[in-house]
């Protein structure tokens, strides 16, 4: 198996890539490998935040260039992609990818289905695809757009070149930048501190912020204010409120 699922801690789970000897070149069956993880991880009631890494020198080169340097569009057609895709886009627990080295196409199109983004100094993040006769093939033009605007984003679509961690933390790319060795730890904090706090809550906050904002404004707010009513129906409301009044720690539960 080229992706482990592996535990965090403290309802932590961690993901991570590993097949260095390609720069975790992402083919059918890593895909295919992410999509039953990250589904399982959906139905796991035991772990609340999840982390996405690869290996020391890269995070993700994109997508396998050698698994599809002579295909035709019927076969990439038939090999739908985007069924595995569709797992990480809808993981409704928060998703923190841990980028050190190399975040290209498909890689930084992963690294971009993530919540927050924590980068390594040394990380290089670009969507190098024109420079290989194609163009991203897993949302990259429409999330790097949204991320970080137009302006940067035709840069690095229509260039292809490498833009440095602290360029990504600059334009919002990034969440953090750290230095290198301390990518995977910080992330795995962030995550159990996540973990820690309500999870419908949590839930709902990614629901909101990845579908209201592709709403008009009016729409999102409503959904916004029927997720808020919702969250007085939870235990983890009367928990939250009652132990701020009684000076206490909360334990939310996830009910
Ligand atoms: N696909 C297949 N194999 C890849 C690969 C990829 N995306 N990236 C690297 N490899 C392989 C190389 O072919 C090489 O294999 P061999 O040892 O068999 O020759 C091995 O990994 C090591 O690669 P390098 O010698 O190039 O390693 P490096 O450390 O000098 O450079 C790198 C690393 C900068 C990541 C460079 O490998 C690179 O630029 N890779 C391609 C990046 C790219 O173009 N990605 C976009 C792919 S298209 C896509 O992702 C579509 C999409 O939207 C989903």
């Given at each position: 198996m080229e992706v482990l699922l592996e535990s965090g801690g403290d309802r932590v789970a961690l993901v991570r890539i590993n097949r260095p000897e390609a720069r975790n070149a992402l083919n059918s069956a890593m895909r295919g490998q992410l999509a039953r993880i990250f589904a399982d991880l959906a139905g796991?009631?035991?772990?609340?935040c999840v982390v996405l890494t690869g290996t020391e020198k890269v995070f993700a080169a994109g997508a396998d260039i050698k698994a599809m340097a002579d295909a035709q569009p019927v076969d990439m057609m038939l090999r739908a992609s985007e069924r595995d895709w569709a797992l990480i886009k809808d993981f409704p627990k928060p998703l923190i990818a841990a980028v050190n080295g190399f975040a290209l196409g498909g890689g930084c199109e992963l690294a971009m289905h993530a919540d927050m983004i924590i980068a390594g100094e040394g990380a290089k993040f670009a969507q190098p695809e024109i420079k290989v006769g194609i163009i991203p093939g897993a949302g990259g033009t429409q999330r790097l757009l949204r991320a970080v605007g137009k302006f940067k984003a035709m840069k690095i679509l229509l260039t292809g070149e490498m833009v440095s961690a602290q360029e990504a933390e600059a334009m919002g790319l990034v969440t953090e930048v750290v230095p290198d060795t301390e990518v995977l730890d910080r992330a795995l904090e962030l995550a159990r501190s996540i973990a820690l706090l309500p999870p419908i809550a949590a839930r709902k906050i990614k629901e909101l912020v990845l579908q209201g904002g592709d709403l008009p404004l009016d729409a999102a707010l409503v959904m916004e204010r029927h997720a808020f009513q919702l969250m007085?129906?939870?235990e983890d409301q009367k928990e939250g409120m009652h132990a701020f009044l009684d000076k206490r720690v909360p334990n939310f539960k996830g009910l």
């Open positions: 796991n009631d035991e772990i609340r007085f129906g939870t």
